[in-house]
């Protein structure tokens, strides 16, 4: 099975702050990676679909990239809305798998 | 608007049986694959099940294969898990996602809880 590495596991940023969120995978998943947020009570909301591609009603503060089998999601100016846990997932091959979650909280 | 909606979630004890149902609206289901994926209380998201468009190809992870199965009903825009030999590490809500066209869940249902208990 593919490991997807997130860190950090928790996060304290401050409003407006650029905020940065990693995930390794154990093997080479292309661009096959997405990453999800999950606001506190609710389902995971997909973000970020095939690497870099926001999914649909995203603000464009969030962006993704890649670099070898490092994935990054980045939002640049983080707003109090944001405040959630973030998941990566790789969709290269089953069984598909998550990240772990880094918890993003308002410093 | 695409609507999913779960049921069937409840208290059960281990070695028993458990269906799970999603209710979808909004789209035409019998044009998507589908699948569940649970997530233990305070824990991350694990895959569960995968079923293709017409029902004929299903995949699991080996931590449910040979105790869950995923079906579903095209003309009722239904989709199924059941889940036999339950054990307490089956404990979980159970979201009910739709694939976006690639390996990705772009919908998710708001869950159902399952709780594996003597």
């Known amino acids: 099975d593919i490991q997807m590495t997130q860190s950090p596991a928790s996060l304290s940023a401050s409003l407006e702050e650029i905020v940065t969120i990693t995930c390794q995978a154990s093997?080479?998943?292309?661009?096959?990676l997405a990453w999800y947020q999950q606001k506190p009570g609710k389902s995971p909301q997909l973000l970020i679909y095939g690497t870099t591609s926001l999914a649909d009603g995203v603000p464009s503060r969030f962006s993704g990239s890649r670099s070898g089998t490092q994935y990054s999601l980045k939002i640049s100016r983080l707003q109090v809305e944001d405040i959630g846990i973030y998941y990566c997932q790789q969709a290269s091959s089953t069984p598909y798998t998550f990240g772990a979650g880094t918890k993003l909280e308002l410093k | 608007e695409v609507q999913l909606v779960e049921s069937g979630g409840g208290l059960v004890q281990p070695g028993r049986s458990l269906k799970l149902s999603c209710a979808a609206s909004?789209?035409?289901?019998?044009?998507?694959?589908m699948a569940w994926v649970r997530q233990a209380p305070k824990k991350g998201l694990e895959w569960v099940a995968t079923?293709?468009?017409?029902?004929?190809?299903?995949y699991y992870p080996d931590s449910v294969k040979g105790r869950f199965t995923i079906s579903r009903d095209n003309a009722k825009s239904s989709l199924y898990l059941q889940m036999n030999s339950l054990k307490s590490e089956d404990t979980a809500t159970y979201y009910c996602?739709?694939?976006?066209?690639?390996?990705?869940?772009?919908?998710w249902g708001p869950g159902t809880m399952v709780t594996v208990s003597s």
């Open positions: 996602a739709r694939y976006s066209g690639y390996w990705y869940f772009d919908f």
């Open positions: 079923i293709s468009t017409s029902g004929s190809r299903t």
């Open positions: 093997q080479n998943i292309g661009n096959w």
């Open positions: 909004g789209f035409t289901f019998s044009n998507y694959y």
